[in-house]
């Protein structure tokens, strides 16, 4: 496996920065406390002998969080090329509305890509058109390269739904809840397609292929408001 990029000095300001600025997810793994989530920046203090990030406390986790100062995390992300990061770093404080992060003596970068995929809230749905005809599919889970649908009935046109299949114009919809958007993507195409024997319903790996910055972030977003949503969720059970 080839070694990663090791970013130090004034690499590092510009990463932090740039993960504020675009609002880039974090998956952080605090290993002393057991917790696993994720955030983002939402501020940098700095001066001439320390600098922190803040980042936002994710949904559902401040009673495990406030036993968090002192520890070691490890944070992953990917930038808006796909290129997956890592670092470690200590807890500084929790504050009551943020999180205090020493800024890392290096950061990781890899030549390789990589997606966090979440299960996506029901009513999730992926939309086109073909030919007049309208097609409405679920999405089972989500990532920010892609998807994975499937149809409604347990029903395959394998001329269309096919590896290698391409659509166009399509749409990112749900309409119901805390959770409403849509998020359009200019092309998309079929990477991988499996049948569930039992139904016989299939489902398809999706990889998105082209779209906008603006569209980009919004499916960052939308992925960050599920997460936070179902860790809230958590904490009640």
């Not at 203090?45 to 949904?59: A, H, Q, V």
């Not at 009673?63 to 990061?85: C, H, T």
């Amino acid at each position: 496996m080839e070694a990663p990029d090791r970013l130090i000095g004034k690499k590092i300001n510009g990463i932090i920065d740039q993960l504020q600025k675009e609002k880039t997810i974090l998956k952080l793994n605090i290993l002393d406390i057991g917790y696993k989530g994720l955030s983002i920046v939402i501020g940098v203090d700095r001066d001439d002998r320390n600098s922190f990030f803040l980042i936002d406390y994710p949904g559902g986790s401040r009673d495990m969080l406030s036993k968090a100062s002192g520890k070691s995390v490890f944070f992953e992300f990917n930038d808006l090329d796909n290129i997956q990061y890592s670092f470690r770093s200590i807890v500084e404080k929790v504050a009551q509305d943020s999180i205090w992060i020493r800024f890392p003596e290096g950061i990781d970068r890899k030549q390789r890509r990589k997606y966090f995929r979440i299960a996506t809230p029901p009513g999730t749905r992926i939309t086109f058109d073909i030919s007049g005809r309208r097609y409405d599919l679920n999405v089972i889970n989500l990532s920010e390269g892609g998807a994975l649908i499937n149809q409604r009935a347990s029903r395959h046109e394998e001329a269309l739904f096919c590896k290698d299949g391409e659509f166009r114009n399509i749409s990112l919809v749900r309409n119901e809840g805390d959770l409403r958007t849509r998020i359009s993507i200019k092309k998309a195409k079929i990477v991988r397609i499996k049948k569930n024997p039992e139904i016989g319903r299939y489902s398809y790996g999706l990889q998105f292929l082209e779209m906008g910055i603006a569209e980009k972030e919004g499916i960052r977003e939308f992925i960050y408001k599920c997460q936070r949503r179902d860790l809230k969720s958590r904490s009640f059970l």
